[in-house]
């Protein structure tokens, strides 16, 4: 079966801080891969997308930046982060072949103060 | 611009009711029709997903779509309070996006 880790969970960073947050995807391959962000009590909004090892497609202009190393690995990065950074982000694979379903991570939770 | 509208709620019901919660799209391109549930503080999790006009059952819920009029909704019988969460309706066009609404917040009383 398939699974989805992200990491980290949580964490605290103060403004200008860097930012890498990772998910990984086991059981599938070649799975299409999404960064969406949750403000507080805010819809999901679609930042990142990719269909392909080093294909990234950016939904929304912003400080942040995606990549894709590897099949099943998606890297969400910030050089310097800004209080407006600060969500619940969630990584979701989507198998290309099914029926366009998104399933999500655990999602990590970031506070920039 | 695509978008995907909820009524935020909160919709408040008793124990043993029927919760209807509702959503409208803009891109009559639109194919692909979810519902997810998100408990606070947790990832989203599908509930249902539906395809083609009509009703699609599975348990306790109901999905309904209405491609013509760009409605879907989604019925909940007999109410539990583990079903108080926030539900999101998304909606997937041809392409590789699916665009979420803000979500509806359910609350069910015992």
């Known amino acids: 079966s398939q699974t989805i880790h992200q990491w980290p969970a949580t964490l605290v960073q103060p403004v200008g801080s860097p930012l890498s947050l990772e998910c990984t995807v086991e059981?599938?391959?070649?799975?299409?891969l999404y960064w969406y962000r949750q403000a507080a009590g805010r819809g999901l909004q679609l930042l990142f997308y990719?269909?392909?090892?080093?294909?990234i497609s950016s939904e929304v202009p912003q400080n942040l930046s995606a990549s894709r190393p590897q099949d099943r690995q998606f890297i969400l990065s910030s050089k310097k982060l800004l209080l407006s950074d600060s969500g619940f982000y969630l990584c979701?694979?989507?198998?290309?072949?099914?029926?366009?379903?998104?399933?999500f991570g655990a999602g990590s939770r970031l506070t920039v103060l | 611009q695509k978008e995907v509208e909820q009524n935020s709620g909160p919709l408040s019901v008793p124990e043993g009711a029927i919760a209807s919660l509702n959503c409208t799209y803009s891109?009559?391109?639109?194919?692909?029709f979810f519902w997810y549930r998100q408990y606070s503080g947790k990832s989203p999790e599908l509930i249902m997903s539906?395809?083609?006009?009509g009703d699609k059952e599975d348990g306790r819920f109901t999905a309904q779509l209405n491609k013509a009029s760009q409605y879907v909704s989604l019925l909940i019988r007999d109410s539990q309070p583990s079903d108080s969460a926030t539900y999101l309706c998304?909606?997937?066009?041809?392409?590789?996006?699916?665009?979420f609404g803000a979500g509806t917040r359910l609350f069910v009383k015992a």
């Open positions: 979701a694979w989507m198998n290309r072949l099914g029926a366009n379903v998104l399933t």
């Open positions: 059981g599938t391959s070649n799975p299409n």
């Open positions: 990719s269909v392909g090892i080093g294909q």
């Open positions: 891109d009559r391109g639109s194919q692909s």
């Open positions: 539906i395809y083609s006009n």
């Open positions: 998304a909606v997937k066009a041809g392409g590789f996006k699916t665009i």
